[in-house]
């Protein structure tokens, strides 16, 4: 066969059955063979578009992504989905066409260094150069991308080698001898974290994607209630733990809740699981858990020490570990002063209940998020694009399983979530899909409404609507005097009638109690649908400044009247917490 066929045929050997792309000129033979593939192509109207979809398929399912885009412009709007999915450890598999071999260096029509351009933001990359390579390359593609840390692999793929003629092999053996990856941890490393543990009196978990990736939320939530530690998560770790326990601290960070940024604040013993310690989660670096002995799991050895120093570092997958962990604590009790902290934490979190419930006009932020959970049930998948509409669904809305909120965390990716959510309603067809986005970043992507019409792919998507770059605006405000650099969106489109030019439902919500009924049709009618949703410009959600620790929160946190009165974050805070 020739080596388009044959990556079409190694592709349907990994299992895959879709793929997300957009053709172009060196990509023609490629595309003439799909012509006669038994794979499901779904044509994006953008490249970036197809990698984020790729990306949205990958994270809710546990499986890895594909996307293909074309030489040159098409390689580098790959580009930009692709590095988001190495920040985030998302497995993809991205397909790149290239110039003939005979042109590569001669800067032909449409060539870029796709190798040299994308090393940085994969965990690696491949050029055949002859077609009998192209069956082992992809089969070490997808234990690249889906192994150890997971990460987006890259295959630049010359036209004439699409051509070319090979003899095809069924059971190609690879060989990566620079590439095993630890999974087991270092048994003493076990050892000394139990014994670290059950002397600990104020034990806190902060659970990172890595647990998600590992599919160790069972063990996490046995770990959890054994040594009674409270969990906090990191963005990506958002549903490793479920939300509405009465241990679960909820997100922790710059946007993090009272309880999560406290409780790491007076901890003992912090068990950070999965995560990498970034700085939206850590805030100032020499205030964060000061007063802890920290333990690390990770699978990623780069990732240890590299921001925070750790007192007992473990290597490995966080399934295998915890497991191993759990064993060797569970003839421990938990002690008098531990069960103190879990009762004092648990009372903590009882005087700062985020006040959800709005009158207001136009809609405030949290009421627009509480309705949007009475629509939703724990199996739906959310995913979020960037900015206040991502950091307020974080903040506020609760995940209850692995798997079902999505974000774009390391890079920040605004146009990353309507993609996303095509994605993963591709590879979830069963399961609900619902896409939170701000009116800025839907704007990057919203040519992706001829997408789902065209494959009648029925997500539903919330647009937030507050005519502003609402983050950067929020940040002008509190740190930039107010002025408002070119943060403002101006009144057009109107996207109900966006939506309606692309053949997509849509309506628009300005009033309380309207969204939740609103969104539960959208999501019966098996249509996609576009929400929009006008909100309050004006609302901004609290935060840890830049360069402060977790506890220095500035801005205004409203909790349940039961509890408290309106009062500053800050202040509020430093009255409940004491010590």
């Not at 580098?76 to 988001?84: C, F, P």
């Not at 965390?409 to 993963?424: C, K």
């Not at 500035?554 to 917490?577: F, H, I, L, Q």
Request: aromatic residues 6%.
């Amino acid at each position: 066969m020739r080596g388009g066929e044959a990556l079409l045929k190694s592709l349907e050997n990994q299992g895959v059955d879709v793929v997300f792309g957009y053709p172009g000129g060196q990509l023609l033979p490629l595309y003439d063979m799909i012509y006669d593939s038994d794979l499901r192509h779904i044509l994006v109207r953008h490249e970036q578009c197809a990698a984020h979809a790729a990306d949205g398929y990958a994270r809710a399912s546990g499986k890895v992504g594909v996307c293909i885009a074309t030489s040159g412009p098409g390689a580098t709007n790959l580009v930009t989905g692709i590095a988001t999915a190495y920040m985030d450890s998302s497995p993809i598999i991205a397909v790149a066409g290239q110039v003939p071999t005979g042109l590569i260096g001669n800067d032909a029509f449409q060539e870029v260094d796709t190798i040299g351009m994308t090393m940085p933001i994969t965990k690696h990359n491949f050029q055949p150069v002859n077609a009998g390579e192209i069956p082992e390359m992809v089969k070490s593609a997808f234990y690249i991308a889906g192994t150890g840390r997971p990460g987006p692999v890259v295959l630049d793929l010359p036209k004439d080698i699409q051509e070319q003629e090979l003899d095809f092999e069924n059971d190609v053996k690879i060989n990566l001898p620079g590439y095993k990856p630890t999974r087991k941890g270092h048994p003493l490393q076990i050892k000394r974290a139990a014994s670290l543990i059950g002397n600990a009196k104020k034990p806190v978990i902060l659970a990172g994607g890595g647990v998600i990736i590992s599919n160790s939320s069972e063990e996490l939530l046995k770990l959890s209630e054994i040594i009674g530690a409270p969990v906090t998560t990191s963005l990506l770790g958002k549903g490793a733990f479920p939300e509405d326990h009465d241990l679960s601290l909820g997100m922790l960070g710059m946007h993090g809740r009272l309880p999560a940024n406290f409780a790491v604040d007076k901890c003992d013993c912090l068990i950070a699981v999965g995560c990498r310690f970034s700085d939206r989660t850590t805030g100032k670096i020499s205030e964060f858990a000061k007063n802890a002995k920290i333990i690390h799991i990770d699978i990623d050895p780069a990732e240890i020490g590299k921001n925070v120093d750790v007192d007992i570092p473990i290597v490995g997958d966080a399934k295998i570990i915890l497991s191993n962990l759990i064993r060797a604590i569970s003839q421990n009790k938990m002690s008098n002063k531990t069960m103190e902290w879990v009762n004092r934490v648990k009372d903590f979190k009882q005087t700062c209940i985020p006040k959800m419930s709005f009158d207001n006009t136009p809609l405030k932020p949290q009421q627009v998020i509480k309705e949007i959970a009475e629509a939703v049930d724990e199996d739906t998948i959310v995913t979020t694009d960037v900015g206040q509409n991502q950091m307020w669904m974080a903040h506020y809305f609760t995940s209850r399983k692995p798997k079902t909120f999505l974000s774009s965390g390391g890079l920040g990716t605004m146009g990353f979530g309507f993609p996303a959510a095509i994605g993963a309603k591709v590879a979830m067809p069963e399961s609900d899909v619902v896409a939170v986005a701000g009116d800025g970043g839907f704007l990057m992507v919203s040519q992706e409404l001829a997408t789902i019409k065209e494959y009648d792919i029925p997500v539903v998507i919330c647009v937030l609507d507050n005519r502003y770059l609402g983050m950067v605006a929020q940040w002008q405000n509190l740190f930039y005097e107010k002025r408002l650099s070119h943060t403002h969106l101006g009144e057009s489109p109107d996207f109900v009638k966006l939506a309606e030019a692309f053949g997509v439902a849509a309506d628009r919500v300005e009033r309380p109690g309207e969204l939740r009924d609103v969104l539960s049709s959208a999501i019966n009618s098996g249509e996609p649908t576009l929400i929009d949703v006008t909100i309050d410009p004006e609302e901004i959600l609290p935060m840890v400044p830049p360069g402060c620790g977790l506890t220095e929160i500035v801005g205004e946190y409203k909790t349940e009247p039961k509890n408290s009165e309106d009062v500053p974050y800050r202040e509020a805070a430093k009255e409940r917490a004491g010590d």
